[in-house]
């Protein structure tokens, strides 16, 4: 085993894969099998396979959101790859002591940048090296034939030099950004989970670099015709049937509906508009 990488040295740092394959087909388990034969050792975890296909911003929403909860060492597969068989590269990319493999397509853009919107440090190299490679290589499953086969070799201890040569640059994500307009945060939905919750692109962070986290009872969202008043702190105790707004798990404001769907009862979308305003505090008090 190869003692250069100091990462490697804590113990027990897991394999974790992030996809859209599904569980319904053999992909998963085949990117498995891979990685089992080339670093037997190696505890593998499944974060998500239930990435909406193809849908590169919600796939690194979910990266993003979930690489603080593993610990320094953790090589993360992320595979959700509408461009395979094209010539997107192949990288893996370094930062915070974790790793992270697959397309540079934006998926791995989210995971380089700090909580202030900057770049932490990062490293990252194009996976050029057949010897880490499976031998034959499929134009449509390089996450079983190029990700995973490095990802189990990064396990062993194969330093990202040797996958091949350094990349100064990568792939950003095409993230809708939210942005300020007469007064007004116009953000958007980008995701709608199996709760009917929307989560939009209006972040925690973004709310505090403008100064509005501190005013959160003043805020009024406008999604599909609803008004709502201020960010509660959960689903609990909100009026009932009634719509809410609030900072998710992720940190980001969603939109939903305590104990129904948002998406049902406000009929709402992928890509609609969110618009939120501050309430003077003499007319929030009037109207509470």
Known sequence: MHSNDAYHNIPKAPIVLLTDFGLSDPFVGQMKGVIARISPEATVIDLCHYVPPQNVVVGAI???????????????????DPGVGTDRNAVIVKTR??????????????TVLSDEGGEDEWEAVKIENRKYMLPEISDTFHGRDIF??????????VPMKEFGPK????????????????????????????????WTNVSLGFLKRIGWLEKSGYIVTRVASCVIKGLQKSYIGAKANKPIA??????????????????????????????????PKVTAEFFA
């Open 167 to 198: 990349l100064d640059k990568l792939v950003a994500t095409d993230v809708p950004q939210p942005f300020i307009e007469n007064d007004v945060i116009r953000g958007r939905v980008v995701y709608i989970d199996h709760f009917g919750n929307a």
């Open 97 to 110: 002591g974790q790793y992270f493999v697959g397309p540079d397509n934006g998926l791995m853009w989210n």
């Open 62 to 80: 979910f990266l993003r959101g979930s690489i603080g909860f593993f610990p320094v060492g953790t090589i993360f597969v992320a595979v959700v």
């Open 148 to 157: 995973a086969p490095a990802a189990a070799h990064l396990m062993n201890g």
């Open 246 to 279: 609030l900072i998710n798990s992720f940190k980001l404001v969603e939109i939903a509906w305590p104990g129904e769907s948002a998406e049902k009862k406000l009929r709402l979308w992928e890509g609609v508009w969110v618009d939120m305003e501050l309430m």
